[in-house]
């Protein structure tokens, strides 16, 4: 009887020591799997924001100390959008947009800033651009059902009523 219970506790005790042994392993490959973090579009720099005066600075200014806009608004050109937009993929999976900043200039008719505003992720709207799908009829078939259909459906040749035609003979 003591001898099963040395046993179950030598068990339990390597058990223990199997754990604590590979627990620093199993912390090496939760740093291995950390997000891939991705920065596209324009890069925000402060000191050219406090640079922007709203009736003083013209769209030949802004394109000084900005750059060129990721996008322009398509109606009589008043609107400038510089977008930034951070991305984390976590190993195989697609990547996940994080954060996203977009900074609107707003030109008057003189070309000169009427307004700047700032809009972040929590701002946009998601469009679906492929809502117009037109259903097919039938029902879809899984690589499976498409495999296993034709199971069972084969022609047994009834020779009872009908003659079986032979080769060469006549029709």
């Known amino acids: 009887m003591t001898s ?3 046993r179950h506790r030598a068990g339990i005790l390597s058990c223990v020591a199997l754990l604590m ?3 620093p392993a199993l912390t090496g490959c939760v740093e291995l799997v950390a997000p891939v973090t991705a920065q596209r579009g324009y890069v925000v720099n402060e000191t050219d924001l406090k640079k922007l005066k709203i009736g003083q600075t013209s769209q030949v200014q802004v394109q000084e100390y900005m750059g060129s806009p990721s996008t322009v608004s398509t109606i009589n050109n008043d609107a400038w959008y510089y977008i930034t937009s951070k991305t984390e993929a976590f190993l195989f999976f697609q990547p996940e947009e994080v954060d996203r900043t977009v900074i609107a200039v707003y030109f008057n ?3 000169v800033v009427d307004d700047v505003s700032y809009y972040g ?3 946009g709207e998601v469009v679906d651009l492929q809502t117009r799908t037109t ?3 039938g029902k879809e078939l899984t690589i499976l059902g498409q495999l296993f259909s034709n199971l069972g459906r084969f022609n047994k040749k009834t020779t009872a009523n009908k003659a079986v035609p032979q080769p060469g003979g006549q029709r």
């Open 121 to 123: 992720l929590k701002d």
């Open 21 to 23: 042994a590979s627990s």
């Open 109 to 111: 008719k003189q070309d």
């Open 4 to 6: 099963n219970r040395l």
């Open 135 to 137: 259903p097919t009829r």
